[in-house]
């Protein structure tokens, strides 16, 4: 067992990039030969692994090609892994059945979604095992018809400073207290539209506290606007979207990260500010932030969607900057010894080796056939055949 496939539809930026880099280059390390397979389009961090070192493979579909050509190609590409580690990929999802019988299929399950759910546990006769990010996803995969003995929670791991990451900082100045949110700027999972009421309710109070917003999405321009109405722009730094090692030294410097989503799968930014010293407070969500954060001790929950509850949390941290400090150590502590990317590529590695003996006799023989249940009606049909006849359609009944 040598050659890792990492397979996603494309490298964004976001939390299952930063895992899936995390990831390779500890199996490097580790002596393993990782590579990236991408099979959607082209994402902006498609060139950050080939700065690394690391091979990139680039299976796209072509206008002219269907989408049940475009999967025969991406199992050819697969074919020469021994493991393929699955990321949310459909044509490589409906494509397992073609693989030979000695590779391990692993579909790693990172957000609460039901989109998610349905790429990631379909072909489940080609899946050897479900990673899935948090307990509570482990729980739900369970639920959707995965064999329990097959479905497996590995936390997301960070790189954690192996001394405290914030010096001799003092945390009892009487200065702002320092608030980050970083991720995608979208309410529907993120809650960001509560971040302008949790400010307003802190400066009715008069509590001096500062917050950077890193990151871009769908409702960036839509916050701008109510932060500009909650008359709290002077409080506000909007940074859009950085390059990770640029959020990274914004959030190293903040004092609490503000998480206030309405679900997700395991945020990796959570374990990044806690390696960082970074203080969370977050939305609690059932096994999901909840088994991580211990409420009052190395973090502090608050219900989703609870604006008086967050600015109820925050005051105290800005009020009490021992208790600030005590949580910030706390926070790391636990980043330290449980969520360290070295633990995580351990139980990665240690899973692979197992499907790898499973895979001698007791895992049934591939079907030999394409998974057609995520590719959509007429999958023989080319793309570009496809978009011309809507077109037509589209023509004829305007008419």
């Not at 990796?268 to 211990?294: K, Y």
């Amino acid at each position: 067992m040598k050659k890792i496939a990492l397979v996603t539809y494309a490298l964004n930026v976001g939390g299952m990039e930063t895992f899936m880099l995390g990831l390779a280059r500890h199996l490097r390390a580790g002596g393993l030969d990782p590579a990236f397979v991408i099979t959607d389009y082209i994402g902006p961090w498609h060139e950050k692994p080939r700065a690394e070192g690391l091979v990139v493979h680039t299976i796209l579909q072509s206008t002219w090609q269907s989408r049940i050509a475009h999967t025969k190609n991406v199992a050819e590409c697969l074919r020469e892994f021994d493991v393929v580690l699955l990321n949310h990929s459909v044509s490589a999802q409906s494509s397992l059945g073609l693989l030979p019988q000695s590779l391990v299929a692993i579909s790693i399950l990172h957000n609460d979604d039901e989109s998610i759910y349905a790429v990631g546990l379909s072909n489940q006769d080609n899946i050897d095992n479900v990673v899935t990010v948090s307990e509570r996803l482990r729980i739900q995969a369970i639920a959707r018809g995965m064999p329990a003995e097959r479905v497996r929670c590995i936390r997301n791991g960070v790189e954690v400073f192996p001394g405290f990451p914030k010096g001799s900082r003092p945390f009892d100045t009487d200065g702002p207290l320092r608030v980050a949110f970083v991720g995608r700027i979208e309410h529907r999972q993120k809650g960001v539209f509560y971040l302008p009421g949790i400010l307003a309710r802190l400066s009715a109070r008069n509590i001096p506290l500062q917050m950077d917003i890193i990151g871009s999405g769908s409702d960036l321009e839509l916050l701008r606007q109510r932060v500009a109405a909650a008359d709290i722009k002077a409080r506000v730094r909007f940074h859009g979207s950085l390059t990770h090692e640029d959020a990274m030294r914004l959030l190293q410097a903040a004092d609490v990260l503000i998480m206030p989503s309405h679900y997700e799968g395991q945020g990796v930014v959570l374990f990044e500010a806690m390696a960082r010293a970074v203080v969370p407070v977050a939305s609690h969500l059932s096994g999901v932030t909840n088994v991580v954060i211990a409420d009052g001790v190395n973090g502090m929950l608050v219900p989703v969607g609870a604006e008086e509850g967050f600015a109820e949390a925050l005051a105290t941290l800005s009020g009490d900057r021992q208790q600030l400090e005590c949580m910030a150590r706390a926070a790391w502590q636990a980043a330290l010894k449980e969520y360290s990317i070295e633990t995580m590529a351990a139980e990665y590695t240690d899973l692979m080796t197992e499907c790898r003996g499973r895979r001698n006799g007791e895992m049934p023989r591939r079907t030999g056939i394409i998974d057609r249940t995520l590719l959509g009606r007429y999958p023989e049909i080319p793309r570009g055949m496809g978009s011309m006849a809507a077109r037509m359609r589209n023509a004829f009944t305007a008419r």
